[in-house]
């Protein structure tokens, strides 16, 4: 536990210590001009949206009752 602690204070010690070397003069470029190039949204282009009902056509397929699985199985089965 001691060894990752200075391992630890050490990365830190270090990482103060480090110069921030920067090429002179250091000028930051300017931003873009973006509302020039801003497309225009047409709002008579939308259509409406209307209600649709998540369960339309859903058939209920509920159990038919237990059956041999060996009989279940050969219905099931490539061969048939």
């Known amino acids: 536990m001691k060894i ?4 630890g204070a050490s ?4 990482g103060a ?7 002179l003069p250091y000028t930051q470029t300017p931003l873009p001009v ?3 190039q801003q497309s225009v949204t047409n709002a008579a282009v939308v ?12 058939t209920y ?5 237990p ?5 279940v199985n050969e219905e099931q089965s490539e061969g048939n």
């Open 4 to 7: 990752q602690l200075v391992m």
């Open 11 to 14: 990365a830190l010690a270090l």
């Open 17 to 23: 210590c480090a110069q921030d070397i920067k090429p």
């Open 34 to 36: 973006v509302t020039a």
């Open 47 to 58: 259509s409406p949206i209307r209600y649709q009902d998540p369960l339309a056509g859903y």
């Open 61 to 65: 397929r509920g159990p038919t009752g």
């Open 67 to 71: 059956r041999d699985w060996r009989t």
